[in-house]
């Protein structure tokens, strides 16, 4: 039997190996494709909301928690309450988490540019506007 490839197939299959890549890259620093993400969506000197983290990664709140604490724990981050909202906080990098980041920008960027060498700017325009209208599709709840 021929296995069909369905388009949630491939958007599974090609994710994993990118995860699956990222976290090997990762592993090399100490580190993880979660732990990249996180310190990719901190600004680098004004410090970001947790909330704007979760939003930006897509993560649940109880997720972005374990997350933050690693990062903590890993000396990467420090919390401070935010001044102007007492009941909030803000997420800053420390000096390694910032070189972390810069690791993690510098991969990110090593994919997309191998990425782009290997597949026309064509192409890649279409399989964003494909992502765009799956994800639309999604969004707006079109599909179940």
Do not use: C
Request: hydrophobic share 35%; charged share 30%; no cysteine.
């Amino acid at each position: 039997m021929i296995k069909t490839k369905t388009i949630d197939y491939m958007l599974r299959a090609t994710w994993q190996a990118v995860s699956r890549m990222y976290n090997e890259e990762a592993s090399k620093f100490d580190g993880s494709m979660a732990i990249g993400f996180a310190l990719l969506s901190i600004d680098k000197e004004e410090g970001t909301p947790s909330s704007y983290i979760s939003n930006r990664m897509g993560m649940e709140p109880t997720s972005l928690t374990r997350t933050l604490k690693t990062l903590e724990e890993k000396g990467l981050i420090i919390r401070k309450k935010n001044p102007d909202d007492g009941r909030g906080v803000l997420i800053y990098l420390t000096d390694l988490g910032k070189q972390m980041r810069g690791q993690s920008k510098a991969t990110v960027l090593k994919f997309n540019e191998v990425v782009k060498q290997n597949i026309s700017e064509e192409k890649l325009n279409h399989f964003m506007e494909v992502a765009d209208v799956i994800n639309d599709l999604i969004t707006e709840k079109k599909i179940f």
